[in-house]
């Protein structure tokens, strides 16, 4: 496995060399390369991964509690208008998620299914890539890819480059859709945007930070009857809960042959 | 030299006014649009680029197309292209001057679009497409100006020039390659996805750029005195039917690559554009306006005593640059979010403020165009009678 991605990295590294000779960008390959290969697992001293329990999110609740943890943990704005909306963790239809897991006899019942999405955390983030100002990065201590909003300068490559439609861009300034309390506070002291630039879940790195776990998982685990939908820990170590699911039962993750590498996954 | 651009007349002034009004209305919709927000375009989260991206493609093509020009004349020493090479020049450097306007509109920040280059991203096309425009620029500014100010006194230009000339034309071919990579490179998008975009650029690039070149030739030469040359512009155009008909094979190995393999998306896409998809249109009287146009024009440029026939030969140009504006500034970038990863189809239509924006930026470019010909064609003018 790790030899063939070797290969796999030697194979963009030269061509991207040749190509980059070529264009007169002779620079291309030393040094953009090495980023692009912390796809293999050992570059990050630990990965942060989630596990999603299809049939036990079904219950609305557990995906209610999740949006709305979330949304007061990171005080993301709530926009009504289509296309102007901003997500970090809500659900779309199973046949949507895992399109290339449906065909035509799939029960209708399955194809209609919320599942819970969010920003899938890359091995091999096709946003971080693109990002030309370093503004999305892929952390090294913990895998989890992380957003300077001070930095982005709102060209969206990143959203063009997400094949999970996980960013939202801040089109108009968000503030004002922020729900405060009756002093007008924020619900958190997360600090809040400004329009122009994008944004995405962050796997609640402020709360790993202290010992937490992600705010959604703490909300959905304690819905009455829901225990275990969400699972959160570390992939590197096996002993963690994620790593005892993924050995032990059957999951999966969206798109998995663009080789982007997803942490979310999904037991079914 | 310059201070011709501050003499002309009435013509002329009424010429730079008529940009001044448009870069005006433009300036008051790019303000609505810094004040509010990119919500007043017709973006979403679903369709992230739109018209503003498009135009910056459609024109990096634009900008490219003078290496048509330079490589026939500093290499093979083409002469007819003579009194060519610097109106090619000229539009290139509008053309590059245009495509960073277009980028910077379409920035969420666009006071931090420095930080491309406080914290230099090589893993980024966009970074190298930066690099790219700015050294195009650059290039063009220098040969332009140092070529014409030796013609000027009637001499030969320096010998360390050519070098700089004979960089020039890797690196118009690299402005549109770039380009195409920025595009080229998503897995997200596999509308984009096709290792044939890059040739597809260039080969439509050099149909758009000569063609619009050959409209402003017989323009300077009917209002001035400066006269490009008929052998110039017959030879402008079968650069185009070339370049024109390169395309149209590149665009059916495309159709024939999606639609025998017959995997959904791969036709999605095509589907959007020509067909409809579940209903959603709204690019389809453009796209078959622009397949008409284009398959009139290769077959008429493709007839010599059609190609040739200068009074025919301006209506095939609008109709060569009209037909790579829909595929590229209108069709191609869109599509690439339809449907988005989640399946969704989100039409796009860029509102009112967009398209003044749209509108202002193309004035800004025209009237450095307008600027720089007026140069070009008073000295020229002169030339006629002062030179040996």
């Known amino acids: ?268 | 030299m310059l201070e011709a651009a501050f003499r002309g007349g009435k013509r002329y002034w009424a010429l730079l006014g008529v940009w001044a009004i448009l870069i005006l209305m433009g300036l008051w919709a790019w303000g609505q649009q810094y004040t509010q927000g990119l919500t007043v375009t017709g973006m979403t989260q679903d369709v992230t680029w739109g018209i503003y991206i498009a135009q910056f493609t459609f024109l990096v093509g634009v900008a490219a197309s003078a290496v048509m020009v330079v490589l026939p004349y500093y290499l093979h020493n083409h002469r007819a292209f003579g009194r060519m090479v610097i109106l090619g020049e000229g539009l290139a450097v509008a053309s590059v001057l245009m495509c960073m306007l277009f980028i910077f509109v379409d920035m969420g920040q666009p006071s931090r679009v420095v930080n491309v280059l406080l914290h230099p991203t090589l893993n980024s096309m966009m970074f190298w497409d930066m690099m790219a425009l700015g050294g195009y620029l650059v290039l063009n500014l220098l040969i332009g100006a140092v070529t014409f100010d030796a013609e000027r006194r009637c001499a030969p230009p320096p010998g360390w020039i050519k070098p700089i000339i004979i960089l020039s034309i890797p690196w118009a071919v690299s402005i549109h390659t770039v380009t195409a990579f920025l595009y080229s490179g998503l897995e997200a998008r596999t509308f984009w996805m096709t290792a044939i975009l890059a040739p597809r650029f260039l080969a439509s690039a050099f149909a758009s750029g000569p063609a619009l070149l050959i409209l402003l030739a017989l323009i300077i030469r009917k209002f001035s005195r400066f006269d490009p040359g008929d052998q110039a512009i017959r030879q402008l155009a079968l650069i185009v039917a070339y370049a024109m008909a390169v395309n149209v094979f590149f665009v059916g190995v495309e159709l024939f690559t999606a639609l025998y393999s017959d995997m959904p998306h791969h036709i999605h896409a095509f589907e959007y554009l020509y067909v409809g998809l579940h209903g959603h249109d709204a690019l389809v009287p453009w796209m078959w306006t622009g397949a008409t146009l284009t398959l009139a024009s290769v077959v008429l440029l493709l007839i010599p005593k059609i190609r040739n026939n200068l009074s025919i030969l301006p209506f095939l140009a609008v109709g060569v640059i009209l037909a790579i504006w829909i595929e590229k500034g209108v069709g191609m970038v869109v599509t690439g979010f339809i449907p988005s990863p989640l399946g969704r189809i989100t039409d796009y239509l860029p509102t009112g403020v967009e398209m003044a924006v749209t509108v202002g930026v193309y004035a800004v470019g025209f009237l450095i165009l307008t600027l720089i010909y007026k140069i070009i064609v008073n000295v020229r003018e002169r030339m006629i009678t002062s030179c040996p």
């Open chain 1, 1 to 268: 496995m790790s030899e063939k991605k070797s290969r796999r990295d030697f194979l963009r590294d030269t061509s991207a060399a040749v190509l980059g000779a070529g264009a007169g960008l002779p620079f291309l390959a030393t040094t953009g390369c090495e980023q692009l290969q912390d796809h293999n697992l050992r570059g990050s001293e630990q990965q942060w991964a989630m596990v999603i329990d299809v049939e036990k999110a079904k219950d609305p609740a557990v995906r209610r509690a999740c949006a709305e943890a979330c949304r007061r943990e990171h005080n993301i704005p709530v926009i009504e208008e289509p296309g102007d909306e901003i997500h970090w963790i809500w659900d779309e239809t199973f046949e949507h998620v895992f399109e290339d897991q449906v065909h035509e006899h799939t029960p209708e019942e399955l194809m209609e299914t919320p599942v819970l999405v969010l920003c899938n955390h890359c091995t091999n983030p096709p946003c971080v890539r693109v990002c030309p100002t370093k503004a999305t990065w892929k952390r090294e201590s913990d895998g989890i890819v992380m957003m300077d909003q001070h930095r982005c300068i709102g060209c969206r490559y990143c959203m063009a480059a997400c094949p999970y439609a996980a960013r939202s861009f801040n089109w108009r300034d968000p503030r004002p859709f922020i729900e405060t309390d009756s002093e007008g506070n924020f619900p958190s002291e997360y600090p809040t945007r400004r329009r122009g630039v994008v944004e995405k879940c962050n796997f609640c790195a402020e709360r790993l930070r202290d010992g937490l776990q992600p705010a959604c998982v703490e909300a959905a685990n304690q819905v009455p009857g829901a225990e275990g939908v969400l699972a959160f820990g570390d992939l590197t170590d096996p002993d963690s809960e994620v790593s005892r699911i993924l050995a032990e039962q059957k999951t999966m993750s969206r798109r998995v042959a663009l080789g982007t590498g997803p942490n979310v996954y999904y037991v079914v």
